[in-house]
């Protein structure tokens, strides 16, 4: 036989080989459901399956006693302040379903609690677990990422921001750019928006907390607080400062401000046109308080038709120890029935 010839046969063997192989791949693929090309896609999707089921699963769980894997032992969580009436109300309950599970909020030693602090904590090894109104930073992925573990943040709750004056101030609400103009300088007495010439008097607590990271970056567009704005230390602070000055104006979360005796929430809206109030309409007046309270737009938060709303998360660290156990453990039990109803009774917005 020529060499010509050897060739032409040797290329037919291997296309009919070649045809065959894959003719039988064909066939186990169509087989099994796989799509030609499509392993990895599959995969993901399984993955992403396996999660929704999970998420199903814990919807269905009533109560606090039905959550599994609950570790035992003492965990140190912390964060922000924000949480405050959520941690009062589900610790002893968590406490009573698991008592094995002792958890102690603990403060940072050299600055006030907050969302920042208690992520930096957490990633220093003070921590277990860390309850935050913010979400988590790139750079904050990227230190755990230094230390070769990972964070996961689990939403558990809505918040909304409120907007805290005192009672004589008579205006029907304000602007997000407003606000801005407020917290910037560029209005610095009320009558400039409608209200009596009465010097703007505005209060912030300091930058590491989760709401003032909100405040920045939604309102203020990452521009800087005039230097006029006064500091202070905690939301009760600055609440008995708007009480006492008809200028003042303090922003904190919803919970905190609508339902106080002392000052009134401001309607918020992107535009003038569309006001929003952060309370049930019609407002109570505050003569009839502490007998009939303001009570969370939970309809408007939940829509999220009122523009300053966001959630609030459990940090956990992933590291295969019993930290992550203790994070999405708590995690868990705040997202049963008996946890979002305690979250509901606490002032916020349940995000089940």
Known sequence: MSKKNETSVLVATLL??????????????????????????NQTQTATQTNNLNSVNKIGIKNFSEIKNVPSGLF????SSTWAP?????????QRAFPQFEMRYTNPTNSSPGSGAGIKMLLSDELAFSES??????????????????????????????IAVHPELDIPGLTIDQLKDIYTGKITNWNQVGGASVPVVAYSKKTEGGTVEFFIKNVLQKESFSQKVQPIQTTTEALRKVARNKGGIYYASAPEVVEQCGVKSLPIGKTSDELVSPYQEPFVPLSKCPQQRNKLNVTAFRSGKYPMTRRLFVIVKQNQQLDQEAGEAYANLLLTEEGQQLISKAGFVRIR
Not at 76 to 79: L, N, T
Not at 146 to 155: A, D, H, M, N, T
């Open 133 to 162: 109104s913010r979400s988590l930073k790139d750079k904050e992925h990227q230190k755990a990422k230094s230390q070769e573990f990972s964070l996961k943040q689990i939403p558990v709750a809505i918040d909304g921001i409120a």
């Open 86 to 94: 959520i941690r009062k109300l589900t610790k002893e309950p968590i």
């Open 76 to 79: 140190s969580y912390g964060g």
């Open 16 to 41: 009919i080989t070649l045809g065959l192989v894959i003719g039988v791949y064909w066939w186990l693929a169509k087989s099994s459901g796989i799509k030609l090309g499509s392993i990895n896609n």
